[in-house]
């Protein structure tokens, strides 16, 4: 009997069952609240962006089940910027159109990640005067669907809330 303990828990297991293949979290396109599309606004409180309001309009397109891009126009410190980026679902998070929604989540999860680089939206500006001397990085994390957590390529460790204008 105690020859046949090591080779029972030995067959044991053997036996389990292999965990279930991963599945990315579906959310749609079209209607998540969390696209970085329409009105979203920031008041940074550190670095060299504090002060300055941001608003942003921006626009959303679909490029691939786990990425889109983003587009838009806004203001920083009342200056006009330009905005250009992308959003990445790093393969936990697919992005789906509504007519294939069969399960999809009614929010996105807090896994998702955007870079968004502003500039100067008029080359006339002078330097002196305009709040981007030069293009300012922004990568943001999403914490709850209609906000992201942000920090600029000048000081990555000050983070400041991206939210949704009239959620």
Request: one cysteine or more; glycine letters at 8%; charged letters at 10%.
């Amino acid at each position: 009997m105690r020859r046949l303990l090591p080779a029972l828990l030995f067959a044991l297991v053997g036996c389990q069952t292999a965990p279930p293949p991963y599945q990315p979290l579906s959310v749609v396109f079209e209607s998540d609240p969390a696209i970085l599309r329409g009105a979203w606004q920031a008041a940074p409180t550190a670095g060299n962006l504090s002060g300055q309001a941001l608003h942003l309009d921006l626009t959303a397109t679909y490029d691939t089940r786990d990425h889109y891009g983003v587009i838009g126009t806004g203001t920083l410190g009342g200056r006009p910027v330009a905005v250009v980026g992308s959003v990445s679902g790093n393969t936990v998070v697919e992005f789906i159109h509504a007519q294939t929604s069969l399960h999809a989540q009614t929010s996105l999860a807090p896994l998702s990640t955007a870079t968004l680089l502003l500039s100067a939206a008029s080359q006339m500006a002078p330097p002196q005067t305009h709040p981007l001397q030069a293009e300012i990085g922004l990568k943001c994390v999403l914490y709850v669907a209609t906000a992201w957590s942000c920090s600029a390529s000048a000081n990555w460790s000050d983070s400041f809330p991206l939210t949704k204008d009239n959620p």
